[in-house]
């Protein structure tokens, strides 16, 4: 083959692969629900366990928790363990959230640390699912793998059993969920904001 013949020869067509967003939003729901039942499994056994550490001060301990949904005007007006019989630890800490889904669990089963367990559980369940959202968001260019990976070694990190296991821990699960929400909201809409040409204007 002479060189004219082969300068002449048509250069081959870059092959667009085009993804269906119908196809990539099923996958990225099944992806979502596989993290949401790995972290739920991951930490099951822990619903047999009994209360632990600070549990006590927010559960069976807290006279104002106790009350069940009557103690719910009082946890949102006053400090974190205002319910907790020790001046000591009396301060200016403010986290009614947690607190008052303590004082709806204790409602609805009074004296039972395998259902606080199982709201923690679930709870967090929730919460690596939306992580592994929240970075489908961020990585939108990136292969759907690189999230789904990133989340699943979030989930599987042993540095988070002490904060799932420990019912009191529900104050740091609640802080990173309404976190990721946040930013997932602040995310979405400015995408939408973006895709609306007002920054074009």
Same mark, same amino acid.
């Given at each position: 083959?002479?060189?004219?013949?082969?300068?002449?020869?048509?250069?081959?067509?870059?092959?667009?692969?085009?993804?269906? +967003? @119908? &196809?990539?939003?099923?996958?990225? #729901?099944? %992806?979502?629900?596989?993290?949401?039942?790995?972290? !739920?499994? $991951?930490?099951?056994?822990?619903?047999?366990?009994?209360?632990?550490?600070?549990?006590?001060?927010?559960?069976?301990?807290?006279?104002?928790?106790?009350?069940?949904?009557?103690?719910?005007?009082?946890?949102?007006?006053?400090?974190?363990?205002?319910?907790?019989?020790?001046?000591?630890?009396?301060?200016?800490?403010?986290?009614?959230?947690?607190?008052?889904?303590?004082?709806?669990?204790?409602?609805?089963?009074?004296?039972? +640390? @395998? &259902?606080?367990?199982?709201?923690? #559980?679930? %709870?967090?369940?929730?919460?690596?699912?939306?992580? !592994?959202? $929240?970075?489908?968001?961020?990585?939108?260019?990136?292969?759907?793998?690189?999230?789904?990976?990133?989340?699943?070694?979030?989930?599987?990190?042993?540095?988070?059993?002490?904060?799932?296991?420990?019912?009191?821990?529900?104050?740091?699960?609640?802080?990173?969920?309404?976190?990721?929400?946040?930013?997932?909201?602040?995310?979405?809409?400015?995408?939408?904001?973006?895709?609306?040409?007002?920054?074009?204007?």
């Amino acid at each position: 083959m002479s060189k004219k013949q082969i300068l002449s020869k048509p250069k081959a067509a870059k092959v667009a692969i085009s993804i269906d +967003p @119908n &196809a990539l939003k099923k996958l990225k #729901i099944s %992806l979502g629900i596989i993290i949401a039942i790995f972290a !739920f499994l $991951l930490y099951a056994q822990s619903i047999a366990f009994d209360y632990a550490y600070d549990d006590h001060t927010v559960t069976k301990d807290n006279r104002i928790v106790k009350e069940g949904f009557a103690g719910i005007p009082t946890l949102l007006k006053t400090d974190y363990w205002y319910g907790y019989n020790r001046e000591d630890l009396r301060g200016a800490i403010y986290r009614p959230v947690p607190l008052v889904l303590f004082a709806l669990e204790w409602q609805l089963f009074p004296n039972n +640390p @395998n &259902a606080f367990h199982f709201i923690n #559980i679930l %709870l967090n369940a929730v919460l690596c699912e939306l992580i !592994f959202i $929240l970075l489908c968001e961020i990585f939108k260019k990136q292969n759907i793998i690189f999230p789904f990976v990133c989340a699943l070694l979030y989930t599987a990190h042993p540095i988070h059993t002490e904060v799932v296991d420990n019912i009191k821990s529900l104050d740091e699960i609640s802080c990173f969920l309404f976190s990721s929400i946040s930013v997932l909201f602040i995310l979405n809409g400015i995408t939408k904001f973006l895709m609306e040409g007002v920054l074009g204007c």
